[in-house]
């Protein structure tokens, strides 16, 4: 079955330390993997996805099929990164390309 | 704001009660999807319709339908309403449906907050 899993509900971490917000998935087809941010009172966004290849605010993620991950990386939080993550999957099979979300990790930049 | 837009905001009825949201997509979007996000079960799709027509379901129960209409807003209906189904509901679209090829980004509104009382 199509799953995300994210097993840190809550990540703490001081300003200028590197993040890591971890994401497992299954899926039995070729993955296409996203990660969106909610800040505080903003919906849902983009923040970046895994066939672009691209940097969003310092932030990368990097699909690793042999550990079917796709964790979210930045060298150097910042407090303005603090917000709740969700990383999703789109799920292609007898559908139409829904998302399937993680339960989402908080993180939290303290200074 | 040309992005998804949802009505209400907030939303507070009893057990039993049957209630609609409404999204408006992004202009030029013709996919809809919903998704309820409730702590428990976290985000979850419901339903998505393309140019008005059902696509694909979710976990979306028998007393929850939608439709997309003419305009393209859609609206889900919940109907029998249950201490259980408070959560916090998304309408996202995207520009088009899903081709084996095509990355397919989809953009949320804000959100209804439904609490059964």
């Known amino acids: 079955a199509q799953r995300v899993t994210q097993p840190e509900k809550l990540l703490s971490v001081f300003k200028g330390a590197p993040v890591e917000l971890k994401c497992n998935y299954s899926?039995?087809?070729?993955?296409?993997l996203f990660w969106y941010v909610q800040y505080s009172r903003q919906r849902l966004q983009l923040l970046l996805r895994h066939i672009s290849r691209e940097s969003i605010k310092g932030f990368t993620a990097d699909l690793n099929k042999g550990e079917t991950s796709f964790h979210l990386k930045k060298p150097f939080a910042q407090e303005e990164d603090s917000a709740m993550y969700y990383c999703?999957?789109?799920?292609?099979?007898?559908?139409?390309?829904?998302?399937?979300f993680g339960k989402g990790t908080k993180l939290s930049v303290k200074p | 704001d040309s992005g998804v837009t949802q009505t209400p905001k907030h939303l507070i009825t009893a057990t039993g009660q049957r209630v609609t949201l409404r999204c408006s997509p992004r202009s030029g979007d013709l996919s809809v999807y919903w998704y309820q996000q409730s702590l428990d079960q976290g985000l979850q799709f419901l339903i998505q319709y393309y140019n008005g027509e059902e696509r694909a379901k979710g976990n979306i129960l028998e007393r929850f339908s939608a439709q997309q209409f003419p305009d393209l807003h859609s609206e889900l209906n919940l109907s029998s309403l249950e201490l259980g189904d408070s959560a916090l509901y998304f309408c996202?679209?995207?520009?088009?449906?899903?081709?084996?090829?095509?990355?397919?980004?989809?953009?949320f509104g804000p959100g209804t907050r439904l609490t059964v009382l």
């Open positions: 996202a679209s995207s520009p088009r449906s899903w081709t084996s090829s095509n990355y397919n980004e989809q953009f």
């Open positions: 899926y039995s087809g070729s993955p296409e």
């Open positions: 999703a999957l789109m799920n292609y099979g007898g559908s139409q390309g829904n998302l399937i």
